[in-house]
Structures are given as C-alpha cells and as structure tokens.
C-alpha cells in the first residue's frame, strides 16, 4: 500500500473516533472498522486472490480503501453500497484523494433491493451495514457467488444479538466453514474452497 493512502487512513481513523465520540445519532457516525479488522480483510482480499469484491456499507469510505487497495493489487474491482447520500459523498471523496476513485463503482440505496438487482459473481462479499437485514441480503447473493469464495461480517462479538440470524444464516450454507476471529469487534468469516468447486463442477 501507498504510504499516501496510509497516511490518508490514518486521518480518517482519527476524525472518524473524534466525530463519533461527539456525534448522538447513530445514524450519522462514521463507525469505522478497527484497523486490525480492515488489514486482515485486505490481507484476505489479497491472499485469496479476489476480483469481484462486495461491500456492503461505505459510510466514509475507510474500509472501502482497505478493500479497494487490495482489489487494485489482484486486478479486482469493488462494488460498494451505502444508504446515505452524505456517506456516499465522503467516501467519493477520499477515494479520490487514496488515488482509487476508478477501482470502485459506488452504488446508492437501501442494500437489499441494490443486491437483488446485482449480477455476479462475487468471490469477496464484506458485510458492514444493517445486521438484521443481513440473512435476506446472503440469500439473495447465495446464487451469486463464485465457487470459491469468502463471506466476511463485522460485529460478530459486539452485536451478538443482532447478528444471531445472520450468523445462522451463514453456518448453514452448503460447502462452506464458517467461524468468528476475535479480532476488533468480532470478524464473521466463511470460506467455500476448492474441493466443493471441484465437486460441484463434477455434478
């Protein structure tokens, strides 16, 4: 990564903590992912060689410069989804600044009717916005995602009651193991290798 885009992260990880602590409305905070959760999502962007890539929830764009950096190295591209206009432009704007503007297409609206109407395949899905609306979300992608793939989501641990269905949702995908790292505030990840694309293609 770019020591420019380093830079750039770092500022945004610490307007992003000061604007939180002093906004009330949850809507309106940034709610940026911790930076350990964001590099291991770029390292498994990177290491699993991904090139279509799902965001779901951009707010300023700091996690959305993670995976579109690392989506830059594979020769991947980011689709990114976010419900609020303001979000949407901040986070235009510090792609730009990360030098990334063309690696992601940003897409504006309430992400399960977006999902519905997107084309796959996908081989990294991230999960980082509405935890209840999550399950409907992965059954509408279930039949869009490459064979080998990996299905990430954020608060795993500190939203155990909200995420519950999506954690059940996800556990009971066919071919695919499924655990959550204690890292940040709990990282769901799933991954689905090659032996069931092997055996699917078989079929």
């Given at each position: 990564?770019?020591?420019?885009?380093?830079?750039?992260?770092?500022?945004?990880?610490?307007?992003?903590?000061?604007?939180?602590?002093r906004e009330a409305d949850h809507a309106r905070k940034m709610l940026n992912l911790e930076p350990e959760t964001a590099q291991l999502l770029s390292i498994l962007v990177r290491s699993s060689r991904a090139r279509r890539v799902?965001?779901?929830?951009?707010?300023?764009?700091?996690?959305?410069?993670?995976?579109?950096?690392?989506?830059?190295?594979?020769?991947?591209?980011?689709?990114?989804?976010?419900?609020?206009?303001?979000?949407?432009?901040?986070?235009?704007?510090?792609?730009?600044?990360?030098?990334?503007?063309?690696?992601?297409?940003?897409?504006?609206?309430?992400?399960?009717?977006?999902?519905?109407?997107?084309?796959?395949?996908?081989?990294?899905?991230?999960?980082?916005?509405?935890?209840?609306?999550?399950?409907?979300?992965?059954?509408?992608?279930?039949?869009?995602?490459?064979?080998?793939?990996?299905?990430?989501?954020?608060?795993?641990?500190?939203?155990?009651?909200?995420?519950?269905?999506?954690?059940?949702?996800?556990?009971?995908?066919?071919?695919?193991?499924?655990?959550?790292?204690?890292?940040?505030?709990?990282?769901?990840?799933?991954?689905?290798?090659?032996?069931?694309?092997?055996?699917?293609?078989?079929?």
């Amino acid at each position: 990564m770019k020591q420019q885009v380093r830079e750039l992260l770092a500022e945004l990880e610490r307007r992003g903590a000061d604007h939180d602590a002093r906004e009330a409305d949850h809507a309106r905070k940034m709610l940026n992912l911790e930076p350990e959760t964001a590099q291991l999502l770029s390292i498994l962007v990177r290491s699993s060689r991904a090139r279509r890539v799902l965001e779901i929830g951009t707010s300023n764009g700091y996690s959305t410069i993670w995976l579109a950096s690392a989506a830059a190295e594979t020769g991947g591209q980011l689709i990114s989804i976010e419900r609020s206009a303001d979000k949407q432009a901040m986070a235009r704007e510090n792609l730009a600044r990360a030098g990334l503007a063309g690696q992601v297409a940003l897409i504006l609206g309430e992400a399960t009717a977006v999902v519905r109407d997107l084309a796959g395949p996908f081989d990294f899905v991230f999960f980082d916005a509405d935890r209840l609306s999550a399950p409907e979300q992965l059954k509408l992608l279930a039949g869009k995602l490459a064979p080998q793939v990996v299905i990430a989501a954020d608060n795993a641990l500190s939203h155990a009651q909200e995420i519950a269905g999506y954690l059940k949702a996800v556990s009971a995908l066919e071919g695919f193991e499924h655990l959550v790292i204690p890292v940040g505030k709990g990282l769901s990840l799933a991954h689905r290798g090659a032996k069931w694309a092997a055996r699917a293609n078989s079929g």
